[in-house]
């Protein structure tokens, strides 16, 4: 299932990516994390060949399991199991070594021209394959936030519009489910002292901290920049890369909120573009952090407006430091981040899936909800009646986006599997085109920042789609040639409606759909999970 999906705007990605290349230091630490992973496997084998497993011995399984016993002592008596061998048994070697035992002695290199047992060079491959990773001016990015057979990983995808053509450029894996994503240009990490603009990701997952990770770097181990981490990405393994593990699991911070850092699932994420050194978090601890990029080790600001889970944040672009947030408690706030008391509130009746600031009004804000509604508020009027509601879906409204180039143009995706293209000019709204995309439950839907017609969507099913359109009657009615600043992209062949790409192990729906319903109680019951397991652990300390 793909859970969110961000575009990345024309001439913002690096023409020709880097490639990362492990440091020293970065490798040493790899090796030990390694190690001490196989060594928790290592032990976990041993114990559970220790369980005893009590049977009947006068049953016929005991009898059979006795013969066969008795039959390999004589194989192994008179060598009968190798007799049909050719060649003579090795003699085993008190020195050898196990496979992968914390894998030292291996010699590691940056590149094929640094290993002296590499004699033919692959310059020219190196070469053709850096051609094919050329994104050009025209290009965009789309990001992708997928999760199949319980692997993470972001897939970056190249939009070339003039060919309708659509692929996974890189992948990045990543540690745990994602829920949201954030794309900056603020650089962080190896790159932070260059002047000009980055391309950079945030990625909220069911993890407490936010990794943010370099677009122009492929093949990337490490994140550039952890919000909430205690060290350096990488490089945190400590003696041996062992931490102070529970039986079968890593380590789990006891979630009790602070104000330096979240202890739970980061949820939503917005960069504040005027004052680029911002972000802001929301998380299922119910507090909204500020963080400084340029020092992420802790948040600078903490806020509790809300008392559930914070399923959006978004900076108002026409004031910077205003923010809008919307949360489980069925509310949505909004302050100026530098007076956090002062909170203009709107209750509403069903949980908040998703908030937006109108791009061409910034005193109006949309918020979707659980129940399928679509509402649009007044921010200048703390607790005031919407300026209009739409009903937009039969199920919960889990992504929508307003056009930043048409005013008036929302599209809508639910878990009822509709995507809905409607016109809210003059706050009357009306739908102009729904469409079931075959993409699942829809989990996101958003408009391409360069190109009026193009809206790219995903849901429960894995498959990223760009729906075109340009040539729908119903959108060119309501708007019309003239809304458009930009000439049509000239093509010699006819556009594509859609374009996509489909996963490639496209699994059962159902279970998809279970998985998706499985999601939404993670967050609960990974709280009351980890408080059973530290009463357990106190126990075994008792012990």
């Known amino acids: 299932m793909i859970s969110s999906l961000v575009w990345v705007r024309k001439g913002a990605a690096q023409q020709i990516p880097d490639r990362y290349s492990l440091t020293d230091e970065e490798f040493s630490s790899l090796a030990d994390r390694i190690g001490a992973q196989l060594e928790d496997a290592r032990e976990g084998l041993e114990d559970a060949k220790n369980v005893d497993v009590t049977m009947d011995e006068d049953t016929p399984d005991q009898k059979a399991q006795t013969a066969a016993n008795a039959m390999g002592k004589e194989l192994a008596e008179y060598n009968l199991d190798t007799y ?16 992968f ?80 994503l954030e794309w900056m240009d603020f650089r962080v990490g190896k790159k932070k ?48 890369g062992k931490k102070k593990k529970k039986k079968f699991g890593p380590a789990r911070v006891a979630k009790k909120a602070n104000a330096e850092r979240h202890v739970d699932a980061v949820m939503s994420i917005s960069w504040n573009s005027s004052h680029r050194n911002l972000i802001a978090t929301g998380s299922a601890d119910t507090t909204v952090k500020l963080w400084d990029l340029s020092a992420p080790e802790k948040a600078v600001r903490s806020f509790t407006q809300h008392k559930d889970k914070v399923q959006g944040v978004a900076w108002n672009k026409g004031e910077p430091t205003v923010l809008l947030t919307g949360g489980y408690d069925k509310r949505c706030c909004a302050f100026d981040s530098r007076a956090p008391t002062a909170v203009t509130e709107w209750k ?177 019951q990974d709280q009351d999970q980890d408080e059973d397991d530290e009463e357990e652990e106190e126990d075994e300390d008792h012990v």
């Open 193 to 240: 002292d260059l002047s000009t603009p980055g391309n950079y990701i945030a990625i909220g997952t069911f993890d407490p901290e936010v990794e943010i990770w370099d677009l122009d770097m492929v093949d990337a181990v490490y994140p550039e920049c952890i919000l909430g981490g205690t060290s350096q990405p990488g490089l945190d393994a400590g003696e041996g």
């Open 84 to 99: 049909d061998d050719d060649s003579e048994p090795e003699e085993e070697s008190s020195t050898a070594i196990p496979l």
């Open 348 to 524: 509403l009746k069903a949980d908040v899936e998703c908030i937006k600031w109108d791009p061409f009004h910034p005193e109006r804000f949309f918020v979707s909800t659980e129940d399928g509604l679509v509402k649009c508020f007044d921010a200048r009027q703390s607790g005031s009646a919407p300026l209009f509601t739409l009903h937009a879906h039969d199920a919960a409204v889990s992504s929508f986006d307003v056009s930043p180039v048409i005013e008036g143009l929302l599209v809508t995706g639910s878990t009822d599997k509709m995507v809905k293209v409607w016109n809210i000019k003059d706050a009357k709204p009306s739908c102009l085109v729904s469409r079931d995309l075959d993409l699942g439950k829809v989990f996101a839907a958003t408009f391409s920042p360069d190109s009026p017609y193009c809206v790219a969507a995903a849901g429960s099913k894995g498959k990223v789609l760009v729906w075109n359109l340009e040539n729908n009657a119903g959108v060119r009615r309501a708007f019309g040639p003239t809304q458009f600043n930009e000439a049509p992209v000239q093509t010699n062949t006819q556009r594509k409606e859609v374009t996509g790409v489909e996963s490639d192990h496209e699994g059962d729906e159902d279970e998809d759909e279970e998985a998706v319903d499985g999601m939404a109680m993670d967050v609960d």
């Open 101 to 180: 035992s914390k894998i030292q002695g291996l010699t590691y290199h940056g590149s094929n021209d640094e290993d002296p047992y590499v004699t033919v060079k692959d310059q020219e491959d190196e070469d053709e394959e850096l051609r094919e990773m050329e994104i050009m001016p025209g290009d965009n990015l789309l990001l992708a936030a997928k999760t199949e057979d319980d692997i993470s990983h972001l897939e970056v995808y190249l939009y070339e519009e003039e060919e309708d053509n659509l692929f996974v450029h890189h992948d990045i894996m990543l540690p745990s489910f994602p829920l949201c």
